[in-house]
């Protein structure tokens, strides 16, 4: 039966997604029912081709989007990733750059704490005790002094100068004896913004890390201002000479009440200090 219908179907497709469908056939055939039946197939099978069409234009138009909605995401997510570098960069030379500098009367060396460094040591320096000029505060003069260049040539008014001696225990302490210089150490902590000493305690607040304890100390009352610091409880001493020279004098200080209250002070008595950083 299929012999007597001959058909020779010539189709071309031309399908260009996006826009309509272009079909050319040619029919060579003649039972019109069969023609009718085939040309129905082809319909169908267009129908078919134009929605798989519109699907593919469809997942064309989702692909294109995603690859949006990635650079997007790349574009936000390396702007997050520089971002997050800056800010951790600004960190770390934050740290590096900040910290927090104290001075450790009486010892070498600055103390064994995590984060504690030594800037540098030297020996303790100001007015002699009895001068009343002189500059009020004490200095940590390093070991290894730079020299004003040789052309460095002045007059000062009336010749006058100031003075700056070098630093003497006025008492005995463990391996110190009255007469023995006084080091120092300068110590910076890297964690910390915030130093300073409390008199009167030996800890620290809750938040604060302690550095060192020891005796208060100043010039002898009798004599000139010079500066309440804090000696370290186990203080070294600079192995030059136990000679008495003076210069700037450290004495013990003890309370006198009266306007001090005591309780909770204790009249005559040593004073403690601490020195505590956050
Ligand atoms: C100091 O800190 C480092 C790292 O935070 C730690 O590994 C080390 O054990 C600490 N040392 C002391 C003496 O606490
Ligand atoms: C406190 O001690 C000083 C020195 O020893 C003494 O002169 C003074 O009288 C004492 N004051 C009191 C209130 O005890």
């Not at 136990?242 to 200080?253: A, D, H, I, K, T």
């Amino acid at each position: 039966m299929t012999a007597i219908f001959t058909f020779t179907l010539l189709i071309l497709f031309q399908i260009s997604f996006g826009e309509e469908l272009n079909e050319e056939k040619r029919l060579l055939l003649s039972d019109p029912q069969q023609i009718q039946s085939e040309i129905h197939a082809l319909q169908q099978e267009v129908e078919h081709f134009k929605v798989l069409a519109a699907e593919f234009q469809a997942q064309k138009q989702e692909n294109q989007a995603l690859k949006a909605e990635v650079a997007d995401l790349k574009q936000t997510f390396g702007l997050q990733e520089a971002d997050l570098n800056q800010r951790f960069g600004l960190l770390e030379s934050s740290s590096q750059k900040s910290g927090s500098i104290y001075i450790r009367w009486g010892k070498h060396s600055c103390p064994k704490l995590n984060g504690t460094e030594l800037v540098y040591e030297g020996t303790a320096g100001g007015s002699y005790y009895t001068e009343t000029g002189n500059g009020a505060n004490t200095l940590c003069l390093p070991h290894d002094p730079e020299l004003l260049p040789d052309h460095f040539t002045l007059k000062s008014d009336g010749g006058h100068f100031s003075h700056i001696y070098g630093g003497e225990y006025q008492f005995s302490l463990g391996k110190v004896v009255v007469q023995d210089d006084v080091p120092c150490s300068v110590c910076r902590v890297k964690m910390a913004t915030s130093s300073m000493m409390i008199p009167a305690k030996r800890s620290c607040s809750i938040g604060w890390s302690k550095q060192y304890s020891g005796l208060l100390t100043a010039n002898t009352y009798y004599a000139n201002k010079n500066e309440y610091l804090c000696v370290d409880e186990d203080p070294d001493f600079i192995e030059r000479s136990r000679q008495n020279e003076n210069g700037r004098l450290f004495y013990p200080v003890k309370t006198i009440c009266g306007t001090l209250p005591c309780p909770p002070y204790k009249n005559a008595t040593l004073v403690s200090c601490v020195l505590c950083t956050m």
